[in-house]
């Protein structure tokens, strides 16, 4: 039962590659901001759900399969919200400090884990012995969804890096720039 606990556990690991890929190239695309809002929303969304997981005796397997999923999930947002923060971090730094900026990101998963274990330890003080196994583990979960609100607030009001809408701005000229010119080579032939 310990070594599925930490499989399952593990699991999110493996998906963190996987979105660090396809949310890089969607955030090179489409910007940061639409990537750290998805991904905050994905990441959140999949956390309180494990927190309304029905339990083995009621659903069977299908509540582990399940909770693998959403740790799936978890894994995947996870690996594009990193990537995402660091880099938005980094561009709205000043270039001679982008890299103390960009070592903050860094901060959130040890912070995040110092949080975890704190809120845990108070849950299981709040709900002594069965409370706890039955269902108070499930308030930690269900906190992702006031976090969810505010953080998604506060990221819909950031804004696009200078330096990612410079780029954006080149690139879109040079396609003007290439557009017109297939324009006159179409218009001259």
Do not use: C
Not at 128 to 155: H, K, S, Y
Request: charge should be neutral; avoid cysteine; glycine fraction near 14%.
């Amino acid at each position: 039962s310990l070594l599925m606990a930490l499989a399952t556990q593990g699991l999110g690991f493996v998906a963190r590659p996987l979105g660090g890929i396809v949310f890089g190239h969607l955030g090179d695309k489409f910007g940061r901001k639409p990537i750290l809002v998805a991904t905050f929303l994905m990441l959140g969304g999949a956390t309180a759900a494990i927190g309304l997981l029905p339990t083995y005796g009621q659903i069977g397997i299908w509540a582990t399969v399940a909770l693998v999923v959403l740790r799936m999930i978890q894994g995947f947002a996870l690996g594009g919200e990193f990537g995402a923060a660091v880099i938005l971090v980094s561009e709205y730094g000043e270039p001679k400090r982008r890299g103390f900026w960009a070592a903050w990101p860094q901060s959130g998963a040890p912070a995040g884990t110092v949080l975890a274990t704190v809120t845990v330890g108070i849950l299981a003080v709040v709900f002594p012995g069965d409370a706890f196994d039955n269902w108070g583990w499930r308030v930690a979960f269900l906190l992702a969804v006031p976090l969810l609100i505010i953080g998604f607030l506060i990221r819909r009001g950031v804004e696009e890096s200078p330096v990612y809408q410079a780029a954006q701005a080149k690139a879109e000229a040079a396609e003007d720039k290439a557009a017109h010119k297939e324009s006159s080579s179409i218009i001259e032939a």
